[in-house]
């Protein structure tokens, strides 16, 4: 070692090392890789039985403990917390970044931004079912984009500037349970936000039907219980009341998307039921978060985040999970059937 890290990445790994292995393959092939730390957050050691040869290379890496973990904000608050690098990046186990996604990055941070966000393609563009969640979940920040100034970046994936998340204290592991408020939140204290189309990651998508709607159900009610917080009943009613509206004006903006990129006549038909399906849950989550609060969203949405090999099918966990790594295109991804 020689100074600090230039950039912790934060992984949460509650079900051990293997499951996050394929990620830490791609973090190797970063063109920074001796200037990134790896923060690994694990209920404990013993549980995370960590290969520490396969981390070789890196600038140095760390196990933080944090007992049994049930959800996923308060572990990667922890990891902000630990890491030694000023600028931190937050990761999944089913996210593959480019191998120059830590440089770009790192470049953009010597700008003004609080947050630096990634472009995100689609690493599993084969069926229907995973564009729709590619639309829904980051359809502001599919590639290729132009970057720039944005009021909100993508979710469990983006790079932060690590003081002003210790301004947040206690308050941190909260601001993690849906990453638009703590967006929304930095942009309301004077900060800015950047999204860097040279920094690429690629994103698997669920295809099975049962954890797609659980996901966007969930997703729908964390982010609607986070964003009441300080509501009065009245503010909390009328946002309830106009939940049904949800799907209308989310899926324009979806459609309009898909027109900016060429992709509407080829994609309508085929993302058609998965989307009503998809846009129908989130909603349905947003008005329970709005109506009850979180509940046991967070830690409903444990097991879905990670491991996503078990929500995809055979054929697409043969293409992202083979033997070698992906050469995933930089282009744009193409629709099914073209």
């Known amino acids: 070692m020689s100074g600090p890290p230039a950039m912790s990445v934060v992984l949460v790994a509650p079900y051990g090392f293997e499951p996050m292995r394929?990620?830490?393959l791609y973090l190797a092939e970063q063109t920074l890789r001796d200037r990134l730390e790896i923060v690994l957050v694990a209920e404990s050691r013993a549980a995370l039985a960590l290969d520490a040869q396969a981390l070789d290379g890196f600038w140095g890496h760390q196990v933080v403990e944090v007992g049994p973990i049930t959800a996923l904000a308060r572990p990667r608050a922890a990891g902000v917390r630990a890491a030694r690098a000023p600028i931190v990046a937050l990761t999944e186990d089913h996210c593959f970044p480019a191998p120059d996604w830590a440089e770009a990055l790192l470049r953009a941070h010597e700008g003004p931004w609080a947050?630096?966000?990634p472009a995100v393609g689609l690493a599993n563009p084969q069926r229907y079912w995973a564009w729709t969640n590619?639309?829904?979940?980051?359809?502001?920040?599919?590639?290729?984009?132009?970057?720039?100034?944005?009021?909100?970046?993508?979710?469990?994936?983006?790079?932060y500037k690590r003081a002003l998340l210790m301004d947040y204290g206690?308050?941190?592991?909260a601001m993690f349970v849906a990453?638009?408020?703590?967006?929304?939140d930095l942009r309301r204290r004077g900060h800015r936000l950047y999204l860097e189309s040279r920094a690429k990651v690629f994103h698997v998508y669920m295809t099975r039907f049962r954890p797609f709607v659980a996901e966007n159900y969930y997703i729908g009610k964390q982010f609607a219980a986070t964003r009441r917080r300080g509501w009065g009943v009245g503010r909390r009613l009328m946002w309830v009341a106009g939940s049904p509206l949800i799907p209308l004006v989310r899926g324009a903006r979806i459609v309009r998307r898909m027109r900016e990129f060429g992709w509407l006549g080829?994609?309508?038909?085929?993302?058609l039921p998965s989307l009503i399906t998809g846009l129908t849950a989130s909603a349905a989550g947003e008005m329970m978060g709005y109506a009850f609060g979180l509940?046991?969203?967070a830690d409903q949405t444990l097991d879905l985040d990670f491991r996503r090999d078990r929500f995809v099918s055979a054929r697409e966990r043969a293409s992202v999970w083979g033997d070698a790594l992906v050469r995933f295109p930089a282009?744009?991804?193409?629709p099914p059937g073209r």
């Open 295 to 297: 509940g046991d969203a």
């Open 331 to 334: 282009g744009a991804p193409r």
């Open 134 to 159: 590619y639309l829904l979940q980051y359809g502001p920040w599919v590639q290729p984009t132009e970057g720039g100034e944005i009021d909100d970046l993508p979710g469990h994936n983006s790079s």
């Open 22 to 24: 394929r990620l830490v």
């Open 115 to 117: 947050a630096v966000g």
């Open 266 to 271: 080829r994609l309508m038909p085929g993302v």
């Open 170 to 173: 206690a308050e941190l592991d």
């Open 179 to 184: 990453d638009t408020i703590l967006h929304w």
